[in-house]
């Protein structure tokens, strides 16, 4: 059986004043090799996503939108693991400085981030 956390793993965190589908061909652009999968939530499941990812990956792990005519499987076990990032995102967003984005710069944002997740990683 194959571990979806054996995988080496990068995430990408888009912002929330656009919707998510219209930031992943940038996003996708960004990464220098293919990929094994790209895990994504239901907001990314497009036409235009998911032709992205078919360039740029071996499989695309998008759940389909309640509303898409005809249903797209999807490998099950990697969306657990996009569910893990999920949760551990919306822990972290109990700290009101990443929740408002109050970091001036990219480097003192992503620092608070690291701090967020040692003391979120010690309190357990």
Known sequence: MVDALDYPMHFIITGGESADCTQAP??????????QAVIADKGYDSNAVREGVVQQ???DVIPSKNNRKETIPHEK????ARHLVENTIGKLKHNRRLTTRN??????????????????????
């Open 103 to 124: 970091g001036k710069t990219v480097t003192s944002f992503a620092a608070f981030v690291n701090l967020a997740c040692i003391k979120m990683y010690l309190d357990n």
């Open 77 to 80: 076990l990697f969306s657990a």
């Open 57 to 59: 990956a071996n499989e």
């Open 26 to 35: 940038a996003l996708l652009k960004q990464c220098e090799q293919v990929v």
